[in-house]
């Protein structure tokens, strides 16, 4: 069955430091997405993406965090300069259309700023 | 706001069932999700509503009152490995994003 892959599993950096976290969405899927979850707590949205552009994006989705879809296969999430409250586990989910209701996460990137 | 609430924790025993409820208040509806997830894994999709009533898929169901702002998730012949945290989750439009509850911390015992 296709899934939502990501890479790392885990990041550790410091802060001030730009991340760039990897997600292979699943093929054929239109509208892909960034979650984090901050340990404990519940999943935060971040940003949706749509053909090619934002469609959304959640207060927490400030100037240090960006998006890209540079192929047809991967889409990234930067973060410019870290910040210590930035630690958490980073989710991708992709979406494939009308045709379900269902979002597909992806296992994560634990994203650990020192 | 846009909130959803769900219990914080809820313990049962094997082979009992179980229901979890969520009630939301958001600025509009789509559908809600209920979604799976073990010791921070990935969220797994269990089962969703757009319509009010109930959805069955094996041993899990969930139900949905819009005129309510409610539902709820139904865990049957519950099973160790049903231990988890479980979301409820809403989002407003057809593919965007999802609101999550707190989540529900499920102990099951033997």
């Not at chain 2, 809600?32 to 089962?47: E, I, K, M, N, V």
């Not at chain 2, 757009?50 to 005129?67: A, C, H, P």
């Not at chain 2, 057809?94 to 499920?106: R, V």
Request: net charge negative; proline share 4%.
């Amino acid at each position: 069955e296709p899934e939502v892959t990501q890479t790392p599993s885990h990041q550790v950096t410091q802060m001030g430091q730009e991340v760039i976290l990897r997600c292979v969405p699943i093929s054929n899927h239109l509208y892909f997405y960034w979650y984090r979850q901050i340990l404990g707590q519940k999943v935060e949205f971040l940003v949706s993406f749509y053909n090619n552009e934002i469609s959304e994006k959640s207060e927490i989705f400030d100037d240090q965090f960006s998006v890209e879809r540079p192929d047809g296969s991967n889409f990234t999430l930067k973060i410019r300069s870290t910040k210590l409250e930035d630690s958490a586990m980073y989710f991708c989910a992709s979406y494939p259309g009308p045709s379900t209701d269902t979002q597909y996460f992806g296992p994560g990137t634990r994203l650990t700023v020192l | 706001g846009q909130s959803l609430e769900q219990p914080s924790e809820v313990t049962a025993v094997e082979g009992a069932i179980v229901q979890i409820n969520c009630t939301y208040q958001t600025s509009g509806f789509y559908g809600l999700s209920w979604y799976q997830q073990h010791d921070g894994g990935a969220p797994t999709f269990l089962s969703y509503n757009g319509l009010d009533g109930l959805e069955e898929t094996g041993r899990f169901s969930s139900f949905l009152s819009r005129s309510d702002s409610y539902g709820y998730l139904l865990l049957q012949e519950l099973q160790m490995k049903d231990s988890a945290s479980y979301f409820c989750a809403v989002n407003n439009n057809q593919g965007g994003k999802l609101i999550f509850g707190q989540g529900t911390e499920l102990s099951v015992k033997p």
